[in-house]
């Protein structure tokens, strides 16, 4: 491609910063051999980008893909990628618009997609340097098909050259003059977005996810919530209906209302995630179960959808029931649409560890397992000898084969195995199986480390037969 030359005209600094940080031109060097703005190169240009408008479809998947590949902090907020692909589709469009009938810029505004996916990033926090290079890769990627097309419409290098310097311009230009409107949104939207929000309530609940220490007293007296009990986390969304002004009040009214349905003993904690999207933490006490079908049966407009996390105690617990709800909400957004009205982690555990989180896997293996997690020689052979009985289709005689073993050791190592799961192997058969495999795998990595005495008798064990050569 042609080098271009960067024009920055006067405006504030971060407006400037940004369009710097693009690399785009809003003019471009002229060959004085070569008339840019000739008819001849007009028409061509329009026929080019009204053959690359016929594969817009293309297009836009390609600028999609390139943007989620470049750029991995777009790519981890799923609740925004359709805003995203509407606002590649836009843009793409309008610019195609522009060169195909010769429209001046001066009479071109920003996609209000593009303009609503600025303020969504600026909602959540996402860097303005992401935002931008967005644009810098879609216009990389948009160039090369419009050339790639010129290439095939044209054959004489004068002309070529002179299409492209004038595709280049106006890209460049509509490119300059977006990035402007996009720094603008962005900046209004984060600064109105901070001052509205608790940014105490916000630091506190940070602490909490990140896993540090904190003053427990402190942060409760700050959210005006008891931490040491138990909890349950629940992410709250509006689905696919038209977008009105309240949304937040309607999500803070929603969670009110699962709260008083599962006789909640306090207010919940309310924490906007953007102004389609909250999350929120409910007060359980000393009560480890939760009905969420129940609790979200009724009462709340049919476009408002749930994640929760299970039951769990204490400051630890506020964050796993957290994640647990993430976990499901990515869950029933990857389904497809329409989304569940409600799913709980317990429903999905299993999917939604295949998404990738370690810590999850660990604590539903041990809740799932229970003592038959413990990290030991007992319950690791009672381990192998479940997972090959179930796998054999729950048969003695198979398992003892396998294991060449004696039929009543097998029925004795089953019948202590579901001593330590509290349970017949029986009952959730499916995700004892599962979690079996994450322990036959992961090893410590899933367990629960062995109590003291039972460590104390393994290393006698092991290292009882050294001492007594040593002794000697």
């Known amino acids: 491609m042609l080098r271009t030359a960067v024009v920055l005209r006067a405006q504030p600094a971060a407006t400037a910063i940004g369009v710097a940080a693009l690399g785009m031109a809003a003019g471009m060097c002229k060959n004085p051999q070569v008339d840019v703005d000739s008819i001849a190169v007009a028409e061509l240009m329009a026929d080019v980008a009204a053959a690359v408008a016929r594969q817009a479809a293309s297009v836009r998947e390609d600028v999609y893909e390139v943007i989620l590949r470049e750029i991995p902090q777009l790519r981890d907020d799923q609740p925004v990628l359709t805003l995203l692909a509407s606002s590649v589709d836009s843009n793409i469009d309008t610019c195609l618009q ?38 810098r890769v879609g216009h990389a990627c948009l160039s090369d098909w419009l050339l790639k097309e010129l290439a095939q419409q044209a054959g004489d290098a004068e002309m070529i050259s002179a299409a492209a310097q004038s595709m280049s ?19 209004q939207e984060r600064e109105n977005w901070l001052r509205n929000r608790s940014a105490a309530k916000a630091a506190r609940i940070r602490d909490l996810l990140s896993g540090e220490r904190i003053n427990v007293a402190a942060a409760e007296a700050i959210l005006g ?26 999500l803070e009214r929603a969670i009110s209302h699962v709260a008083a349905q599962a006789d909640c003993g306090g207010d919940p904690v309310f924490l906007p995630r ?28 049919a476009d408002i959808h749930f994640a929760f996390g299970a039951p769990a105690k204490g400051t630890t617990g506020f964050r796993l029931t957290h994640q647990q709800a993430i976990a499901a909400q990515a869950v029933a957004l990857a389904a497809g649409r329409p989304a569940p009205r409600a799913v709980a982690f317990n429903q999905v555990a299993p999917v939604a560890m295949m998404l990738g989180s370690a810590e999850l896997l660990r604590a539903w293996v041990l809740s799932t397992l229970a003592d038959l997690a413990t990290d030991d020689e007992h319950h690791a052979r009672l381990r192998d000898t479940l997972l090959i009985f179930l796998r054999s289709g729950g048969s003695y005689k198979t398992t003892a084969e396998q294991l060449v073993l004696h039929k009543n050791t097998i029925q004795y190592r089953i019948r202590k195995a579901e001593e330590s799961l509290g349970r017949p192997v029986g009952d959730n ?44």
Do not use: K
């Not at 311009?169 to 900046?187: H, P």
């Not at 999207?277 to 969420?292: E, H, K, N, V, Y």
């Open 98 to 135: 522009i060169l195909q009938h010769r429209i001046d810029l001066a009479a071109v505004q920003a996609p209000a997609a593009a303009v609503e996916y600025a303020r969504r990033l600026a909602q959540r926090g996402t860097p303005l340097t992401s935002l931008l290079r967005a644009y």
């Open 169 to 187: 311009r106006t890209v460049a230009g509509y490119i300059d003059q977006t990035s402007e409107e996009m720094v603008s949104a962005y900046a």
């Open 225 to 250: 919530y008891r931490l040491r009990q138990h909890h349950v986390g629940l992410v709250c969304w509006v689905g696919d209906a038209a977008s009105t002004a309240d949304e937040i009040t309607r």
């Open 274 to 301: 953007d102004e389609s999207s909250a999350w929120a933490w409910l007060p359980l006490g000393i009560r480890d179960t939760f009905d969420c079908a129940a609790a979200s049966a009724a009462g709340v407009d």
């Open 429 to 472: 058969r499916q995700d004892v199986e599962l979690a079996l495999q994450a322990c036959h795998w992961l090893g410590a990595a899933v367990l629960r480390p062995a109590p003291a005495d039972n460590l104390r008798e393994r290393l006698v064990r092991r290292y009882q037969p050294l001492a007594s050569i040593v002794a000697a």
